[in-house]
C-alpha cells in the first residue's frame, strides 16, 4: 500500500506564492506517473498537473499553464507543486496521486492512490 502525504498549503493573498509537497512511503515511487488535483467546495476534482516517472515530461491544466511547476526528487520520494501567482480561483483543497497507468495521466479515475489533501485558500 502506498501513503501519501501532502503538506505546504495554507492562506496567501493575491499574486503569491507557496510550493506544496507530497512524500510517498514507498521506494518504488521512482516508477510511476505523479499528479496533483484539487477540489474546490460545490466543484468536482480536477486536474491540475502531472509528472512521468523520469521528472522529463509534465503536463498541466490550462488554467495553471505558466503559473504552476511540477517536479520531482525520486532520492526523497516527493513531488512538488511550486504555485505562482495564486489567484483566488486557485482556492482548492489540494491532492497528490499516484497512477500504475503508463504515461501521463489528467482523470482523477486513472489514479491508484491519494494523499489526505492539504487546503490552499487565496484571498484577493
Given at each position: 500500500q502506498v501513503?501519501?502525504?501532502?503538506?505546504?498549503?495554507?492562506?496567501?493573498?493575491?499574486?503569491?506564492?507557496?510550493?506544496?509537497?507530497?512524500?510517498?512511503?514507498?521506494?518504488?515511487f521512482s516508477s510511476?506517473?505523479?499528479g496533483w488535483f484539487r477540489q474546490?467546495?460545490?466543484?468536482e476534482r480536477?486536474?491540475?498537473?502531472a509528472i512521468r516517472w523520469s521528472g522529463g515530461y509534465t503536463d498541466y491544466a490550462e488554467s495553471v499553464k505558466g503559473r504552476f511547476t511540477?517536479?520531482?526528487d525520486n532520492a526523497k520520494n516527493t513531488v512538488y507543486l511550486q504555485?505562482?501567482?495564486?489567484?483566488?480561483?486557485d482556492t482548492a483543497v489540494y491532492y497528490?496521486?499516484?497512477?500504475?497507468r503508463v504515461g501521463l495521466r489528467?482523470?482523477?479515475?486513472?489514479?491508484d492512490y491519494w494523499g489526505q489533501g492539504t487546503q490552499v485558500t487565496v484571498s484577493s
Open positions: 501513503q501519501l502525504v501532502e503538506s505546504g498549503g495554507g492562506l496567501v493573498q493575491a499574486g503569491g506564492s507557496l510550493r506544496l509537497s507530497c512524500a510517498a512511503s514507498r521506494r518504488t510511476y506517473t505523479m474546490a467546495p460545490g466543484k480536477e486536474f491540475v498537473a511540477i517536479s520531482r504555485m505562482n501567482s495564486l489567484k483566488p480561483e497528490c496521486a499516484q497512477t500504475r489528467s482523470s482523477p479515475s486513472d489514479y
